[in-house]
């Protein structure tokens, strides 16, 4: 949900301040964005449980129930579902 639902609004910051040579760009661009935002949340969040929490509750804090892929699970579905908000919204497309 994170990347589906901030997309817009980081589509329209990013189109008043660069102008992109194309359509495909744009929502390349943006998709890698959502992947780089993905990983950084999910740092901050291995931080967070590796500085502040006990080693008993780190792993209920970050919510992996025990799936070892849980981060890059999760920096995935950030990056489709900005994708698929493009691909289903996207309001600049050339007919």
Known sequence: MFGFL?????KEMLNNSV?????????LVLVL???????????LEWLYAL??????TADSFLGSQGDIWDAEKDVL??????WLYLLLFNSDKKR
Request: charged share 15%.
């Open 19 to 27: 102008k992109f040579a194309n359509q495909h760009i744009e929502i």
């Open 6 to 10: 901030l997309v817009f609004p980081v």
């Open 51 to 56: 500085l502040y929490e006990h080693s008993e």
């Open 33 to 43: 964005v959502f992947f780089g935002l993905g990983g950084f949340y999910e740092i």
């Open 77 to 82: 579905l950030a990056g489709l579902g900005a």
